[in-house]
């Protein structure tokens, strides 16, 4: 029904910076909230960044606020990841995830792309 496609992940250094992206496949889906949440190995995903859709308020994660930025481009259904002053912790696959007006919480999700900080 909707698909997310990611793209953006790759290799970086510590104290380096790195942008995602993130769009839904589908034209005729109006997310309410799209947003970015990471799994680092052995450890359970966690929320990252969110930006609302009419509002484009946004909500980060203690870990990666102030060095993070999330944005959207409404006409496009994409989001977007700025990472900048990036940490070796910082270092997971990284999930885009979008839920509509109906939805209580994400109902999709893309395939994750990989995030390595180098130290």
């Known amino acids: 029904q909707v698909q997310l496609v990611e793209s953006g992940g790759g290799l970086v250094q510590a104290g380096g910076s790195l942008g995602l992206s993130c769009a839904a496949s589908?034209?005729?889906?109006?997310?309410?909230?799209m947003g970015w949440f990471r799994q680092a190995p052995g450890a359970e995903r966690e929320f990252v960044a969110r930006?609302?859709?009419?509002?484009?308020?946004?909500s980060y994660s203690d870990s990666v606020k102030g060095r993070f930025t999330i944005s959207r481009d409404i006409a496009k259904n994409m989001i977007y990841l700025q990472m900048n002053n990036l940490k070796p912790e910082d270092t997971a696959v990284y999930y885009c995830?979008?839920?509509?007006?109906?939805?209580?919480?994400?109902?999709?999700w893309g395939q994750g792309t990989q995030v390595t900080v180098s130290s």
């Open positions: 995830a979008a839920r509509g007006y109906g939805d209580s919480e994400y109902k999709y």
């Open positions: 589908s034209r005729t889906f109006s997310p309410y909230t």
């Open positions: 930006i609302t859709w009419s509002g484009g308020s946004t």
